[in-house]
């Protein structure tokens, strides 16, 4: 999801996790997407998700431009027209990070949360938020906390712009299983937070620009694989369950893909040793 992700490799690097689209979704999609694109002079217009819901599924796509985190959303129900998903306010995130109900496929759906008073202390009482800002702060948080990509694949140049690193031409084969290789894509990144030893060892500063997640809490919360003879790698999210990403270094390929319910596993700190 941090690159455009090509639908043609949902059938093919995918489907190893048990992840996949249907020919007429993957058809329909490559064509609606594509004028939407046009229509809207999106430079990048790509799949990122199919976000599940009771009465009908969400299919999620992300737009960007040359600030690769400037990002635009869209939804459709019907794999043909694409809404743009709303802003969502730091207080919309507050009530967002406490729904955990699945999705039920009508964007105007309104989820109340009750507030009780405290005392010395007044609270708002039935606070509430659309399916379609839900949406849209769930989608954001997943970027936050799983969007990830491999180590080396960008770069910032002198004015430090976040580019793509044309000399990536992916990691060996013999790194592809170590978690240190896998890096969250997501602004932030505090150099200070390493050690002395760490920046000693191996950080290279013109790629090292992001934070691996390999310090990600609680330890476990990744799961890495490899698959065709050790030619791919695989990581999936227990802290979001349906995200999955994939990696091969022949030909140099990666991308990330959600496909689930969204809902944030609550419980994942009793799930790990």
């Known amino acids: ?26 058809a329909v999609m490559q064509t609606s997407l594509r004028v939407k ?3 809207e002079k999106l430079e990048h217009l790509s799949f990122w998700g199919k976000i599940l819901g009771i009465q009908k599924d969400y299919m999620i796509a992300q737009a960007s431009g ?10 459709s129900v ?42 010395g202390e007044e609270k708002a009482k039935g606070q509430s938020v ?18 990830i990509v491999p180590r080396g694949a960008y770069y910032r140049d002198g004015s430090l712009t976040l580019q793509l690193n044309p ?9 592809l299983g170590e978690l240190t290789n896998y890096c969250h ?8 937070k390493k050690t002395v030893l760490e920046r000693a060892t191996n950080f290279d500063e013109t790629i090292d620009i992001f934070d691996s997640v390999s310090g990600d809490e609680p330890r476990g919360v990744w799961t890495i694989q490899a698959e065709r003879a ?5 990581l999936r999210s227990l802290l979001w369950p349906g995200y999955v990403f994939f990696h091969t270094p022949a030909p140099a390929k990666w991308g990330g893909m959600y496909y689930g319910w969204g809902l944030k596993n609550q419980n994942i700190g009793f799930m790990l040793p």
């Open 1 to 26: 999801m941090a690159v455009p992700l090509d639908i043609a490799d949902i059938p093919v690097h995918f489907s190893l996790a048990g992840v996949t689209l249907n020919a007429q979704e993957r």
């Open 37 to 39: 694109a046009e229509a």
């Open 66 to 75: 040359s600030n690769l985190f400037d990002r635009k959303f869209f939804y």
């Open 78 to 119: 019907d794999l043909t027209n694409w809404l743009q998903l709303p802003e969502v306010t730091p207080e919309d995130m507050l009530m967002i990070e406490k729904i955990n109900k699945k999705f039920t496929g009508d964007p105007s759906f309104e989820y109340t949360l009750v507030t009780e008073e405290t005392e």
């Open 130 to 147: 659309n399916e379609e800002k839900r949406l849209s702060g769930v989608i954001q948080l997943m970027n936050y906390e799983v969007q």
């Open 167 to 175: 000399m990536f031409k992916g990691l060996q084969q013999s790194e």
């Open 185 to 192: 894509f997501r602004e932030g990144f505090n150099i200070n």
């Open 230 to 234: 050790g030619s791919v790698a695989l």
